[in-house]
């Protein structure tokens, strides 16, 4: 074969780079040798169709496995992997990009974008990375202390008085719920942390929060400001009193309209000037853009009982359609972006180099290191680790069987997907498919182990 290309590669069209992916896919990448001759090709193509910032091919470029220390031999066992899961249809298809070293070593789709259309994935299409979106958030919250917008120990009321003084929720022995004061207030750290008590409304006062049509992750369907929403929320009681134990729940969409009050814009428009536009994250969204449109993947559910099912359109929760043509009013901070393997990379590659990717600086790495530490202990409930502010941590490697670093923080979206950054290793990781629920796989743990054993130096 002729030899790599890179200016050829990025302007292919893509139509050739369909075709291309379908070479790859069906197989007449054998060979170690032409395997590892075209990663460098595949992670390029990872942003064909991308404005993508003049200083890309500089920093997180695309570079051969071995310059950073991974071996090409060994990341093929990822593709075989992969590509067994949606052969035995466990999965539609999935998406991976792995940076080592400043570099992207690996960029590949499995699968289908829609299976019944016969579309194939690709690495640069649109998935809905649901809590995926909280990380981004909680920068953003991050990035306003350090303008001096605020404190993350200050009360959340100062932001939205609905919240200055709450409740909270007790079960009783009738199998009902008496309704308490909150022992103190709820403080922006509380949200960072999951601390503040705040669940997705199916804690023991559920019964309120049905009433006021707010239970569940799912905002695309909402046809009115996050704000108002989220005012509603601070009238219900809680689940657990502010600082008790972790409660995941809305604590973010609630951080959400924080970052509004306390820079007076948008919450889209805010992402959009802090944290997207800076680090060239030209595909992430809270609502497809129509001439994207083509690229969103399709969701599919996973069950013991039925197997793989195309999810209902729209469909409780999942909502095929409402990212196309919703209301388009509901900016979800916990669960409502939509982006690409790709754009998730450099969002996390930017913290991996201490908030800073092309010459754009969104935070300083004191903040990401405060970021990613345990804030939680006894509160936390999981085992080897704890939480930060945005991001789960890994204190202790042992107790999951799997390899891995301490002081890795990772986290991933009720579709399935997932992510991690393990600064020890200089090792991002971002993976995506769409698979609500997604019972009886075990890819993620499969992912995780595949992706060590590659990394030889």
């Given at each position: 074969m002729k030899p790599y290309d890179a200016k050829e590669t990025l302007n292919v069209t893509p139509t050739q780079h369909r075709n291309n992916c379908n070479t790859i896919r069906n197989g007449s990448m054998l060979s170690i040798p032409r395997f590892r001759a075209l990663l460098p090709l595949l992670a390029a193509l990872l942003f064909y169709a991308h404005d993508a910032p003049p200083a890309f091919a500089q920093t997180f470029a695309p570079a051969?496995?071995?310059?950073?220390?991974?071996?090409?031999?060994?990341?093929a066992r990822i593709d075989a992997a992969l590509e067994a899961y949606v052969e035995e249809e466990r999965l539609p298809g999935a998406a991976l990009v792995i940076g080592r070293r400043g570099h992207v070593v690996y960029?590949?789709?499995?699968?289908?974008?829609?299976?019944?259309a016969g579309e194939p994935l690709e690495v640069t299409d649109l998935f809905r990375i649901a809590s995926q979106?909280?990380?981004?958030?909680?920068?953003?919250?991050?990035?306003?202390?350090?303008?001096?917008?605020?404190?993350?120990?200050?009360?959340?009321?100062?932001?939205?008085?609905?919240?200055?003084?709450?409740?909270?929720a007790v079960s009783n022995e009738d199998g009902g719920?008496?309704?308490?004061?909150?022992?103190?207030?709820?403080?922006?750290?509380?949200?960072?942390?999951?601390?503040?008590?705040?669940?997705?409304g199916w804690g023991p006062g559920a019964e309120r929060w049905e009433e006021a049509g707010i239970v569940g992750w799912y905002f695309a369907d909402r046809d009115e400001p996050i704000a108002?929403?989220?005012?509603?929320?601070?009238?219900?009681?809680?689940?657990?009193q502010p600082g008790e134990k972790f409660v995941y729940g809305y604590a973010t969409d609630i951080l959400g309209v924080v970052i509004e009050r306390a820079s007076g814009m948008p919450l889209d428009e805010f992402l959009r000037a802090e944290i997207i536009e800076?680090?060239?994250m030209v595909d992430t969204h809270f609502y497809v853009p129509p001439e994207k449109a083509g690229r969103l993947t399709v969701v599919y559910s996973v069950t013991e009982e039925n197997g793989m099912a195309r999810a209902p359109d729209p469909g409780h929760m999942v909502g095929q359609g409402m990212y196309l043509e919703g209301p388009r009013k509901s900016f979800s901070g916990g669960a409502g972006l939509v982006s690409t393997p790709g754009d998730y990379a450099r969002f996390?590659?930017?913290?991996?180099?201490?908030?800073?990717?092309?010459?754009?600086?969104?935070?300083?790495?004191k903040t990401v290191e405060l970021m990613t530490v345990d804030h939680v202990r006894d509160a936390w409930q999981g085992d080897g680790g704890g939480f930060g502010l945005g991001f789960g941590i890994t204190e202790e490697i042992g107790w999951s069987g799997l390899p891995g670093s301490p002081g890795t923080y990772a986290w991933g979206g009720a579709y399935h997907s997932t992510y991690w950054v393990d600064p020890a290793e200089e090792l991002v990781v971002s993976y995506m498919t769409q698979v609500i629920p997604a019972q009886g796989l075990d890819d993620h743990q499969r992912l995780w182990a595949l992706i060590y054993q590659a990394l030889v130096d």
């Open positions: 051969s496995p071995e310059e950073a220390g991974v071996s090409s031999e060994r990341l960029a590949r789709a499995f699968g289908y974008r829609d299976r019944e979106t909280k990380a981004i958030i909680s920068v953003g919250v991050m990035i306003l202390q350090e303008k001096g917008r605020l404190l993350i120990d200050q009360d959340l009321g100062d932001f939205i008085p609905e919240f200055d003084s709450t409740t909270v719920f008496e309704t308490v004061p909150a022992d103190r207030k709820i403080t922006v750290r509380d949200l960072l942390t999951h601390s503040a008590g705040i669940g997705y108002e929403t989220v005012e509603r929320m601070g009238n219900l009681p809680m689940d657990a800076p680090l060239g996390l590659e930017a913290l991996r180099r201490g908030g800073t990717l092309d010459g754009a600086r969104i935070l300083s790495p």
